[in-house]
């Protein structure tokens, strides 16, 4: 393949401002600037200019991913990075680049009016090149997304599972989401660490906030329950709504020696009752 | 050689496993104890575990064995103490102990154990 003319870099140079006049103007127009401060793009848009006239300095205009490259991808992953962090979408961010086309496209075609089997060899040259460079930011857009999800799922994790304390010796733990094994080692831990800090005799596991009970969830929950058998403590498990029951049942899950309640009152009841204690209505 | 003691309080056998077990160890308690509930026609035996912070399969098993035998000896056992990580790796290994009774701490254990031995 044909390598970048020497003159298409001159031209880039000579018609730099023009270039950065019309590519902002672009970028105001299709909608990418929301949110920006306009200082911030004018620097961002200046610096990005001059990093690729750099960049095509070095030679290499066929792999983005040569040293002659490295700061420009840099820059590259700090933009679509905080591009991620004020919610722009990928289609906003990766417009930063593909809008320098068109200004760009038309310096070229003014440049090589005389010869346009040189234009048509510069054109492609010049699309390749940015082309890379939009895909890298939107590979680097998705990468800082998912470290966000990923970093959100996590609070969830540990903000899911609170061990309530019900009464002197009844400890309770609400489950609200789906139980993956994840889950229940967060679950089993946090629950059998307060049990051994407070002493209580008895855990209750309130399920009304788990949408659905398979096999495998079912599974986890003996796993725990029984795990708090062996440390000496009892479990009562609360809120089988009717549909969960019929499930159990339909998929003859076997919760052997598990006692189950309807609801948490219930539950409450019967750690009270086995605690040797009774409520009464003052009267 | 090094042993787990077995200490006697009246009707009741006490084994406070205060060091790491390894295999051998966990062999000898099992003829000791089974040596003693014999000799001392015990009611009720108390293992303590609360020391012992890792398992291992075998480990898991020897106290499910322990546990069991005192039990064919017409010994009420009660294990207690049992750490967290100890009883989530015995749950992940399979060893769920059935039929064995828990309990929290010693105190609570001699007294499940002491309504065991009347209730018979």
Not at chain 1, 128 to 155: M, N, P, W, Y
Not at chain 1, 181 to 194: A, D, F, G, I
Not at chain 1, 215 to 240: P, Y
Not at chain 2, 47 to 66: K, N, P, Q, W, Y
Request: aromatic letters at 2%; proline letters at 2%; hydrophobic letters at 45%.
């Amino acid at each position: 393949m044909a390598a970048l003319q020497s003159t298409t870099l001159d031209a880039m140079k000579k018609n730099s401002a023009q270039l950065l006049a019309q590519w902002t103007n672009d970028l105001e127009t299709s909608g990418a600037t929301r949110n920006l401060k306009v200082q911030d793009l004018q620097q961002q848009t200046s610096q990005f200019l001059e990093l690729i006239i750099s960049g095509l300095q070095s030679g290499n205009t066929q792999n983005i991913a040569a040293p002659g490259w490295d700061d420009i991808r840099q820059f590259l992953e700090k933009l679509s990075h905080s591009r991620a962090l004020l919610g722009h979408d990928s289609q906003q961010t990766a417009s930063f680049i593909f809008a320098l086309k068109g200004p760009l496209f038309a310096l070229l075609q003014n440049h090589y009016q005389d010869s346009p089997a040189l234009l048509a060899e510069q054109l492609l040259e010049v699309s390749e090149l940015l082309d890379a460079l939009g895909l890298h930011t939107i590979r680097t857009f998705q990468k800082s997304r998912e470290a966000v999800i990923k970093r959100q799922q996590e609070e969830l994790l540990e903000l899911s599972t609170p061990v309530v304390k019900l009464w002197d010796g009844v400890l309770a733990l609400p489950m609200i989401g789906t139980l993956d094994s994840q889950r229940t080692q967060v679950v089993m831990e946090s629950l059998l660490q307060r049990i051994v800090d407070t002493g209580s005799e008895i855990a209750i596991i309130d399920i009304t906030g788990v949408p659905t009970v398979d096999t495998l969830v079912a599974q986890h929950l003996l796993k725990t329950v029984t795990a708090i058998r062996l440390m000496g403590a009892d479990c009562i498990i609360s809120g089988v709504r009717p549909q969960i029951a019929q499930t159990i049942v339909h998929l003859g899950l076997d919760l052997q020696g598990v006692v189950t309640k309807a609801n948490l009152a219930d539950a409450l009841k019967l750690a009270l009752t086995r605690l040797g204690m009774t409520i009464s209505k003052a009267v | 050689m090094e042993r787990i003691p077995i200490l006697q309080m009246g009707d009741f056998l006490l084994v406070t496993i205060q060091v790491d077990m390894h295999d051998q160890l966990a062999l000898t308690l099992q003829d000791d104890l089974s040596e003693r509930i014999s000799r001392t026609s015990a009611r009720g035996v108390l293992i303590d575990i609360s020391a012992l912070d890792m398992v291992d399969s075998f480990i898991g098993r020897m106290i499910g064995t322990i546990s069991g035998l005192s039990k064919i000896m017409d010994a009420q056992t009660v294990l207690v103490g049992m750490q967290p990580a100890v009883a989530i790796t015995l749950v992940e290994l399979g060893l769920t102990l059935p039929g064995v009774s828990t309990a929290l701490n010693v105190e609570r254990g001699m007294k499940l154990l002491q309504e065991r031995v009347r209730e018979q």
